[in-house]
């Protein structure tokens, strides 16, 4: 995930406007009656231990949410994070276990794929969904038979099995899935982890079924699945909605202009509460506190919060990071030329101050922090980076 995610874990990513990519694996619990909810964290853990903090306050009585960190150092992968927690797992009372992951998009009734589990007396089952063969190589693939046993699993291959993908998202009988992680754990040259190591160890041991979803799923493991999925929002029939969580704007009659803003002109985009635009907003998802000058105008875009894009500047297919100021006359994307609801895409980091009259290029990425010291000229090629001084 580039610059996005040099200062966050992907699941805190923001998404919507005002969610978090985590809202969808946490809601999805909440609505499948999952009362209690361990998330495993790693990586920046501090900030998402805080906002799983926030969840536990807001959903209190409804779930129990932990967040689960390493007994000390990190976690190797996946499964090793499973071992080191196999106290907690052993704690629970229900003799299944969903493991999930916290980066996908996605809307399940988990009550159902773990009734399945239960119906084929099943050691393990795979959450799977049918992908282009072309993108298979991004996903475990499986190949079943026709009772839905898994006979194969292999992880991301370069050559794929099927286009049946993994989707991340697995039920386990909890002794089994505790037996295997401390058999993996004892493996000292395993990759400890579900997708490389204990599943397909499982398949060739275990009963392990696949269960189909047939809905919307994205994996938004890369920038451009990212740009996409929230692009998806703002089309005529969107594979999934937000449940009225953020408004979609056909023009600004539909959206209630905050105070300052009434010669903004908003045309088909998602606007989160406490944005304030003067300026023209077309084709783009902005998160909270977004701040437009007169006769600025983004397009074809991302912005996440707080940021500020001055007189009669542009953005154009862009992903623009918290907190980013830029000065008037500035162009963003110079020379994107996407048809609306695409991505080119120039990514800019967090807390970035790009000074005025300043034209950056499209497929350019401006590493987080960088200042107006940092642009050496009025015109940043298309396809540069933009380094920090504070890293060279």
């Given amino acids: 995930m580039d610059v996005l995610c040099n200062l966050r874990p992907k699941p805190s990513l923001p998404f919507a406007g005002k969610l978090r990519v985590i809202d969808f694996s946490l809601s999805n619990c909440i609505h499948s009656q999952v009362r209690s909810i361990g998330v495993l964290v790693d990586y920046q853990r501090s900030y998402m231990a805080d906002y799983l903090g926030e969840w536990a306050v807001e959903k209190a009585g409804l779930a129990s949410i932990f967040a689960l960190q390493p007994e000390s150092g990190s976690y190797t992968r996946t499964s090793d994070a499973g071992y080191q927690n196999l106290a907690y797992l052993g704690r629970q009372l229900?003799?299944?276990?969903?493991?999930?992951?916290?980066?996908?998009?996605?809307?399940?009734?988990?009550?159902k794929m773990v009734a399945f589990h239960e119906k084929m007396a099943a050691d393990a089952v795979v959450g799977v969904m049918r992908v282009p063969m072309a993108e298979a190589h991004r996903f475990g693939t499986v190949v079943v038979n026709d009772e839905g046993r898994i006979q194969e699993f292999v992880e991301k291959s370069s050559r794929p099995l099927s286009t049946m993908a993994s989707m991340g998202i697995y039920v386990f009988n909890k002794d089994i899935?505790?037996?295997?992680?401390v058999e993996d754990a004892l493996i000292t040259d395993s990759p400890h982890d579900f997708g490389y190591a204990v599943l397909p160890g499982m398949v060739k041991?275990?009963?392990?079924?696949?269960?189909?979803?047939?809905?919307?799923?994205?994996?938004?493991?890369?920038v451009?699945?990212?740009?996409?999925?929230?692009?998806?929002?703002?089309?005529a029939c969107p594979r999934f909605s937000i449940d009225g969580k953020g408004p979609v704007c056909r023009d600004k009659s539909a959206l209630p202009m905050p105070e300052g803003s009434k010669d903004g002109k908003v045309v088909n985009s998602l606007i989160s509460p406490g944005c304030i635009i003067r300026g023209r907003v077309e084709y783009s998802v902005l998160s909270p506190g977004v701040h437009f000058e007169e006769h600025a105008i983004v397009r074809n875009s991302v912005v996440i919060a707080n940021t500020v894009v001055g007189y009669h500047s542009v953005v154009d297919s862009c992903i623009i990071d918290d907190g980013v100021q830029a000065g008037r006359s500035s162009y963003i994307g110079?020379?994107?030329?996407?048809?609306?609801?695409?991505c080119a895409i120039t990514l800019v980091g967090k807390d970035v101050v790009v000074p005025p009259h300043?034209?950056?290029?499209?497929?350019?990425?401006?590493?987080?922090n960088v200042g107006p010291v940092d642009f050496r000229a009025s015109l940043v090629p298309s396809g540069t980076v933009v380094l920090s001084s504070s890293l060279t």
């Fill in 334 to 342: 110079l020379g994107s030329h996407p048809l609306p609801g695409d």
């Fill in 177 to 181: 899935l505790a037996n295997r992680l």
């Fill in 94 to 111: 229900g003799n299944s276990v969903l493991v999930l992951a916290g980066d996908h998009v996605y809307r399940m009734d988990y009550c």
């Fill in 358 to 368: 300043i034209a950056i290029g499209c497929r350019c990425k401006v590493q987080p």
């Fill in 224 to 235: 451009e699945a990212y740009c996409q999925a929230n692009m998806e929002l703002l089309i």
């Fill in 205 to 222: 041991h275990d009963r392990v079924f696949a269960y189909e979803l047939n809905g919307c799923w994205q994996d938004i493991g890369t």
